[in-house]
């Protein structure tokens, strides 16, 4: 899979823009708030149908105007794919492929699979539960559309049931029949999505220790171990039993939506005992078994974005992403830097065919 070609009318920082990519590597230059990550972002959008950085689609809109739209031409397989987004303030954000707009966004999701790396990616190490949940349920997403749907599910039952939970606690009293159906499915999409996120985190694991041992030498024992609430032979009656202090904090105590992805090297916890060494090599190794894990489901490579990666990491872990690149293992990258110099440097030990396009003033230029 690759992307042809991207426009972009009035986002962010790019009034109108038209590029044309390699089927290989793409590298955007550019000092530090020039707009390098905004076209990685613009990618995000395509495939999956939302920034990777900044909620809230307004905040996407050039400056003064009311709308934005991103269109790019895909090929997925030999098939051409032309997605649209389109969204203009105070309304519905909209999405179509070949022409045709989508009931639901995240029927989307999947389709066009993306695996980006971030400076702010050491969150999902160093953050709290949340954002080990969010990596890895937005990755369960674009491998199990159905997993997708009971996660939406979820939520809503979750929001739903969380507005009930403050009324009785505004009007002082507490109606457990009227919480009943919310609870029952709470309770089961809790059980579900626990044995799909268990299963998948199983089939993970393989790829993520393939990769840390070969950055690291196989200097530690590493592990991610899920922790969860449903695991507990209690966890429905105790779902039930907790409704008083629900109703007490106005939100859902118990269910998935507690859980966490505990990581760990030589039996410790890595947030609080690891080197930023040991912290980057998990991180680089959880992501490309993210990118691994997906091709295998998928049966295609996703897209590979890498922005601004290279002041995060020393020479050795960027070596072992370029030998991955020299040996062709991914499909398209895109790298954002706003030191030229070193990707031109990077790149030219292993391939002598890749675009690179220069930002400065809003204005992009492919570079000959």
């Keep these: 899979m690759y992307l042809k070609n991207l426009r972009l009318i009035q986002f962010k920082n790019f009034q109108n823009l038209d590029l044309v990519f390699d089927q290989g590597v793409n590298c955007f230059f550019g000092e530090n708030g020039a707009g390098k990550t905004n076209l990685l972002d613009a990618i995000h959008y395509l495939c999956l149908t939302k920034s990777a950085f900044i909620p809230g689609d307004s905040n996407h809109i050039m400056h003064e105007k009311d709308f934005f739209t991103i269109k790019g031409e895909f090929d997925l397989l030999d098939k051409e794919l032309g997605v649209n ?35 702010d990616d050491t969150e999902i190490i160093n953050g709290g539960s949340e954002e080990r949940r969010k990596f890895f349920d937005s990755m369960i997403c674009q491998a199990d559309q ?49 044995q799909i996120r268990r299963q998948f985190l199983k089939d993970f694991l393989i790829h993520f220790e393939k990769h840390y041992e070969a950055i690291s030498g196989a200097k530690e024992r590493v592990g991610i171990h899920y922790k969860s609430q449903v695991d507990k032979e209690r966890f429905s009656l105790d779902f039930l039993n907790n409704v008083k202090k629900d109703v007490l904090l106005k939100r859902t105590g118990f269910g998935i939506h507690k859980d966490d992805f505990i990581f760990t090297f030589d039996g410790q916890e890595i947030k609080k005992f690891g080197s930023q060494g040991q912290k980057k090599s998990f991180l680089i190794s959880l992501k490309l078994a993210q990118f691994y894990i997906i091709k295998e489901i998928k049966g295609t490579k996703p897209l590979l974005l890498l922005d601004d990666i ?22 398209q990258l895109f790298i954002s830097d706003a030191r030229p110099e070193r990707s031109k440097e990077i790149l030219s030990q292993i391939t002598s065919a890749y675009s690179s396009f220069t930002i400065s003033n809003n204005t992009v230029r492919e570079i000959e």
């Design 146 to 194: 159905n997993y997708l749907q009971k996660l939406i599910r979820y939520q809503k039952y979750l929001k739903q049931r969380n507005a009930l939970l403050k009324r009785f606690a505004e009007e002082k009293r507490l109606d457990k029949l009227q919480l009943a159906p919310y609870d029952e499915e709470l309770i089961q999409l809790s059980k579900e999505i626990n």
């Design 310 to 331: 290279f002041d995060k990491l020393d020479d050795h872990r960027i070596h072992h992403l370029i030998t991955a690149v020299a040996n062709k293992e991914f499909g």
């Design 85 to 119: 987004c389109f969204f203009e303030s105070g309304k519905k954000k909209r999405l179509e492929v070949n022409g045709k707009p989508y009931t639901k966004l995240s029927d989307h999701i999947g389709l066009l699979p993306l695996v980006i790396i971030a400076p």
